[in-house]
């Protein structure tokens, strides 16, 4: 629809303010990254064919975010984490999806080096899903 044809026109625009927004934490309640990772889930949806190639970017904008999210010390209710760690997964499922399993591959290599249960659980998620 026109929704996708927008989102496609302005991707790169799009992806350098939600790489922006991922990157920061923005106060206890996360309103701005929990929005914005609901943006990621509908402009991946809307524009499949196109996101194979940022998939390096956004796989790791999408980790860093969850590693953050995970270690950060702040004041960050537990519910609000967990939202976070959520919508982060769900996107990379989607990522995945549209890449033919890519992300599955490329997430095998953090799962072994990883430690952090908390983020290897998101990682087992998208590997789980079919």
Known sequence: GRLG????????RLERV???YLEVCDGPEEEARLGILETLQCIIEHAWPR??????VLLKALLKMIWDVHTDQGSTPEPVKAALLQGA????ILLDRCSEG???VLLEVVY???EENRVRECI???QENT
Do not use: D, F
Not at 5 to 12: G, M, N, P, Q, Y
Not at 51 to 56: H, Q
């Open 124 to 126: 087992r998620k998208v």
């Open 18 to 20: 939600i790489l922006g």
């Open 5 to 12: 044809i927008l989102i496609v026109r302005h991707l790169k």
């Open 89 to 92: 997964t769900e996107c990379l």
């Open 112 to 114: 072994s080096s990883c």
């Open 51 to 56: 996101m194979p190639c940022r998939l390096p």
């Open 102 to 104: 890519q992300v599955k």
